[in-house]
Nanobody, 126 residues
Framework: QVQLVESGGGLVQAGGSLRLSCAAS????????MGWFRQAPENEREFVAA????????YYADSLKGRFTISRDNAKNTIYLQMNSLKPEDTAVYYC???????????????????WGQGTQVTVSS
């Protein structure tokens, strides 16, 4: 059974930083691509970033490049999302997700991801 548990969300002022963590259960978690998504009230779930199993390849939503960084520590079965220069429009519930077996392509569509965490709330005040 795969379980993903996000943490690190909270309230931060605009311009501040947060680092989200996602702890993944399962011995083979390091063999899969992982992704971060977010969903604001009344909006669809939005792709944030994805990372290959080794961590060598990353993929970001164009609008977030330069502010957000995805990384992973396979020894700890954990992925991270470092968020800098936060803006009020970054306010959302942030989810991590596990993709299918990695074949060289990172995906941005939520439908491509198989397992999801419960999410962690990030609120950025102006």
């Amino acid at each position: 059974q795969v379980q993903l548990v996000e943490s690190g969300g909270g309230l931060v002022q605009a311009g501040g930083s947060l680092r989200l963590s996602c702890a993944a259960s399962g011995r083979t978690s390091s063999q899969y691509a992982m992704g971060w998504f977010r969903q604001a009230p009344e909006n669809e779930r939005e792709f944030v970033a994805a990372i290959s199993p080794s961590g060598a390849t990353t993929y970001y939503a164009d609008s977030l490049k330069g502010r957000f960084t995805i990384s992973r520590d396979n020894a700890k079965n954990t992925i991270y999302l470092q968020m800098n220069s936060l803006k009020p429009e970054d306010t959302a519930v942030y989810y991590c997700a596990r993709g299918p077996s990695y074949l060289g392509t990172l995906f941005s569509a939520p439908a491509s991801y198989v397992y999801w965490g419960q999410g962690t709330q990030v609120t950025v005040s102006s």
